[in-house]
């Protein structure tokens, strides 16, 4: 279990996505913690399968900031600047730890309705589907066998 609070979390996953403001031509984007990405990284933190490669990023990060309480106090380009030094350090880990981060906010009804993207609801929850209909099948069950036993 870690020991990361509600608030250390806010500020990692809006350091990371801070949302956008409404342009003529683009709908204003969230920030990531408006729309609950931290809980969702709360939960990865538990249920996902790299999670202590998550943990590790997140103490490295308040290792960087001087501290979790440094980090949640700080304004956004010190944030920025402590996540740089994170991407510098760990590299390819970081991108795997922004990736997770990244799924979840893409994948929130806020943004996808946002970005202006079809809209239906994405993996795991599925398409909902029409009632199938048996008389589409009528043409391949009238043929004969069209193989040999």
Do not use: C
Request: no cysteine; glycine share 4%.
């Amino acid at each position: 279990m870690n020991d990361f609070s509600h608030e250390f979390l806010a500020a990692v996953v809006d350091t990371l996505l801070p949302g956008l403001s409404a342009t003529e031509s683009q709908a204003a984007l969230p920030a990531a913690a408006q729309i609950g990405v931290d809980r969702q990284l709360a939960d990865h933190l538990v249920t996902h399968p790299q999670r202590d490669r998550l943990a590790q990023r997140l103490q490295t990060l308040a290792q960087l900031a001087g501290g979790v309480s440094n980090f949640v106090a700080s304004d956004e380009a010190t944030r920025t600047v402590a996540m740089q030094a994170l991407e510098q350090m760990d590299g390819p880990a970081f991108y795997a730890f922004l990736l997770v981060i990244a799924a979840d906010y893409y994948q929130t009804d806020e943004v996808i309705r946002a970005m202006q993207w079809y809209v239906d609801p994405p993996q795991p929850r599925g398409y909902p589907l029409p009632p199938f209909d048996e008389a589409r099948l009528a043409t391949v069950k009238a043929r004969e066998k069209l193989w040999r036993a």
